[in-house]
Nanobody, 116 residues
Framework: QVQLVESGGGLVQAGESLRLSCAAS????????MGWYRQAPGKQRELVAV???????VYVDSVKGRLTISRDNAKNTVYLQMNSLKPEDTAVYYC??????????WGQGTLVTVSS
């Protein structure tokens, strides 16, 4: 069984930075796409950024230029570097991975709170 463990959330002021990490563990596996999603209070979960095995990325427009997704395939880990944070970035952030032969796997979520 594959498990994802997230870390790096917290409380920051507007304009500050945070770095989220999500590491996969468990049975031997091959991971395809990795991504970050977020869910703000009272809103639906939305895609933030996705990175393919080869490194190509897709971002939601609201985070372009401020958030950067990256991955370390040797460590089965995906990162989200968040700079110039805004109060509207406040949400629970979830990582998601597509694991060969197993389908999608989600992390437990980590809370990011940005104060104005």
């Amino acid at each position: 069984q594959v498990q994802l463990v997230e870390s790096g959330g917290g409380l920051v002021q507007a304009g500050e930075s945070l770095r989220l990490s999500c590491a996969a563990s468990g049975s031997t596996f091959s991971i395809n796409a990795m991504g970050w999603y977020r869910q703000a209070p009272g809103k639906q979960r939305e895609l933030v950024a996705v990175i393919a095995t080869g490194g190509s990325t897709v971002y939601v427009d609201s985070v372009k230029g401020r958030l950067t997704i990256s991955r370390d395939n040797a460590k089965n880990t995906v990162y989200l570097q968040m700079n110039s944070l805004k109060p509207e970035d406040t949400a629970v952030y979830y990582c998601r991975m597509i694991v060969a032969g197993r389908g999608e796997v989600w992390g437990q979520g980590t809370l990011v709170t940005v104060s104005s």
